[in-house]
């Protein structure tokens, strides 16, 4: 009897230790737009999907500005169902807000939207857009997950929703602006293993990868493949290209790949702590990134 009472300790023990090392991880991305997460956040996002972790995108606004043809509710329609089709590709879950396109503003309203969702996901993680940047809705989400950063926290802000009892780590997916500074390459996660399912989520978003964003950046849609094979091929050539990285790049990549050469990593995400939110020490970052260090293939 005290044999199977020690065997059943040690079980349990077990059990506990490894449901501790299984601890399913909440991250949720912030974008302005139906394809913004997808572009910066894919390939971790499929990552951390296949991991087991819980992902969820969130556009602020409906996309009914984003083409040169077509426009309002038929648009918004379109890119909520897009962005559904990429959700499911990646892996996660995909929320289109009801606000409208190009019109985004830091208001009390959004704030409690962008509050409500955060705390509602029990997020661990949080990722939204930088302050500087071309696009005002993309400025004006950023700043509103920034005002939303503390008071996800504070019980009588937006009672409705219980309050988190930890505040997350907030992060910012990455950009090319360089004032007032540039974004700093704070974590690098190679998502060699998850490029094709990334482009295949950013191709789901068809109105946006092979009408609007080549129109709007002057290109002839003439050229754009129409079978959906041929899509994929143009897309990756277009969105996966490998590079040589830069100082800053390679040092990130081997600091969280320690046995991998910044040489032989072909495909990288990077993210920016927020000085907002928790500050994760590098263990915790670790913690926070299960996929950080793994082998490459």
Partial sequence: ?????????LLLGLFWVNAQEKKVLNIIAIGAHPDDCDAKFGGTAALFAKMGH????????NGDAGHQSEGGGALAKRRRAEAKRAGTILGIEYD??????????????????IIRKIREWDADIVLGHR???????????GIAVQDAAYLVIVPNVTPDTPPLRKNPVFLYMSDRFQK??????DIAVVIDDAIDKKVMALAAHQSQMFEWLP????????????????QLVWLKELWAKERVWDKEESEAIEKWYPSLKSSNAKHVEFVEICEYGKQPTDEEIKALFPMLGASVK
């Avoid at 009897?1 to 300790?9: A, G, S, V, Y």
């Avoid at 503003?105 to 409690?112: A, D, N, S």
Wanted: proline fraction near 7%; charged fraction near 25%; hydrophobic fraction near 35%.
């Fill in 96 to 113: 289109v807000l009801d606000n409208h396109d190009a019109e985004l503003m830091p208001t009390l309203h959004l704030r409690h939207q």
């Fill in 1 to 9: 009897m005290k044999k199977n009472l020690i065997l059943l300790c």
């Fill in 54 to 61: 819980k992902v969820k995108f969130i556009s602020l606004t």
């Fill in 131 to 141: 302050t500087n940047d071309y696009h005002p809705d993309h400025r004006n989400a």
């Fill in 180 to 185: 007032p500074y540039p974004f700093s390459k």
């Fill in 215 to 230: 129109w709007v950046g002057g290109g002839n849609l003439e050229e754009i493949p129409k079978a959906e094979k041929d």
